[in-house]
């Protein structure tokens, strides 16, 4: 059972900085892309960043140069780092990926969500 498991989220000021982590476990092959997306309430999710199997990187237009997106396939983990961060990126934040499990069988999956709140 391969699982996506969030952490980092938190309460920050503007300007402030959080590290969100994604960190997939179980039987596992090969992790491919991975991304970052976020929802507020009433809106549609919203995809952040993303990441290939080959380390190719995109962001959406509002987070680039504050945002960066890394893996660590050593620990099959993916990081988003929040800098500069202002009261419009209050979301829960979702992380998503493309693994091949054990079997060679390929799925996307979604993490539970991590809360991220800007406010001072």
């Known amino acids: 059972q391969v699982q996506l498991v969030e952490s980092g989220g938190g309460l920050v000021q503007p300007g402030g900085s959080l590290r969100l982590s994604c960190a997939a476990t179980?039987?596992?092959?090969?992790?491919?892309?991975m991304a970052w997306y976020r929802q507020t309430p009433g809106k549609q999710r919203e995809w952040v960043a993303g990441?290939?199997?080959?380390?190719?990187?995109n962001y959406t237009d509002s987070v680039k140069g504050r945002f960066t997106i890394s893996r660590d396939n050593a620990k099959n983990t993916v990081y988003l780092q929040m800098n500069s961060l202002e009261p419009d990126d209050t979301a829960v934040y979702y992380c998503?990926?493309?693994?091949?499990?054990?079997?060679?069988?390929?799925?996307?999956?979604w993490g539970q969500g991590t809360q991220v709140t800007v406010s001072s």
């Open positions: 998503n990926g493309d693994i091949t499990n054990g079997y060679y069988y390929q799925k996307n999956y």
């Open positions: 179980g039987n596992i092959f090969r992790i491919n892309a």
């Open positions: 990441i290939s199997g080959g380390g190719v990187i």
